[in-house]
């Protein structure tokens, strides 16, 4: 239901490639912690509508990367150029962060300004992430997985161009995350954009990416740049990934 | 609990019976006293003027209190330099403050408010500044990345968060309130229950001392339960 004014913006700045370079990130010492150079000469492209999934391991600054990205950080050398994309750009954290005061209804609304014609496709998409019935419970009464689909819904229902997704299937059961993970394909595709995801999963990576970076440990920077050459089924077929995922990371 | 109280009246009712002291009077005498006192308007007259006082001290405290508090909590550089001063106020005692406010503004109205309103401020701050501090950072990058904006980050984060401290303070705070604007009123007014209860003292007047104290905490009882409780019940409904 995007009016055709949106749709139009929308191709207009799919032509737009997103460009990151951040050349070095230090966070400055803090009591008895010395300053710490988290990242240094991460560069990379991230072509309009596709999917970068970064991995890394566990602190090697994959969240700073993405903090940087979203412009909640903005103390780093180097530079952002997001284009007008970066106007329309949601964040997708690796905790829910909705507001526990607030319902699941509630909570996708105050991400859309009042009035605004996407707030009536709040029941539709509700439903796509399978919270009909629970759009008047109050977030800390849904399991995680519950809550996490909400906070899918209203990282989709502002219509993103770019989509900031960090770890956001965490501890979770498999097969949970194995429906979110399907979930969030399907709303890709309903609903194109760049996303960057971030994981530590491999396998999640293959599953989800159409490319992906992989951070190396420590002062990281990009170790590997590949693309994943699975088609949608395949995406699907647990053997599939695996070997995918057993080429790309052969040199890791 | 209507049961356990019932039996502490039944206790004081023998007890008075058996000793036949006129310091310990019957339950009977002090309903008696607190009809005559409710009679003849005296007894609405004194709650009235102190419930006057109440609500402004507590007004004025729970908003200075709170100001004070949030800019405690939220800059670091105030905290340090006025956590001394807070320290110092919050140890001060009450008929300290009461017999200077008395002497600096004189036998006032806005005198003895100030005082009481001086005795609490320390304490909102104090609470508030923990509520401050504790204000999460996931939530306002979140509403930074939703664009929610200076209004809708202050009614649908903020203040949520600041809700239970609010109404921490507001209990504790109203509690602390009664009882020193009893004193007060005690000290330097010629109207409301602590002037009332001052004056049966000097007479040695236990039945009436008991007939004020009574009503004044079925007052107190009445709006903590249709007040103030509700309203907790309410800033809290969120919760698991
Ligand atoms: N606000 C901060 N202040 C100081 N150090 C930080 C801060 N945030 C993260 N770090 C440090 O930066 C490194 C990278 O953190 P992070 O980006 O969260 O890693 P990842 O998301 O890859 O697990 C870690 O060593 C962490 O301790
Ligand atoms: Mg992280």
Redesign the interface.
Known sequence: MASVVDIAKGTAHAGRPIKVEVKRKVFPPVGDREAQLVLRDVAFEVAPRSFLVVTGPSGCGKSTLLNIIAGLDDDFEGQLDLGPAGDRLTYIFQSPRLLPWRTVEENIALALPEGDPRLARIPEMLARVGLAQAANAYPERLSLGMQRRAALARGFIVEPEILLMDEPFVSLDDPTAQSLRELLLELWHSQPTTVIFITHDRAEAIQLGTRILRLSPGQASVAQDAEVALSDAERRDRSAVLREQNRIFAAA | MVGSLLTLVLLWHLLAVILQNKYLPTPVEVVDVLAREAGNGDLVKHIVATLMRVAAAFVISMLIGTAIGLALGLYRTADKFFDAWLILFLNLPALVTITLCYIWFGLSEAAAVTAVALNKIPNVAVNMREGARALSR??A??A?????GWW?TLR??TL?QLAPFFAASARSGLGLVWKIVLVVEAFGRSTGVGYRLNIAFQEFDVTTILAYALAFIIIVQIIEFTILQPLQAKVTA???
């Not at chain 2, 930074?144 to 929610?148: D, L, Q």
């Open positions: 996931d939530l990058e979140m930074v990345i939703y664009k929610f809708r649908h984060v949520p969120w919760r698991r």
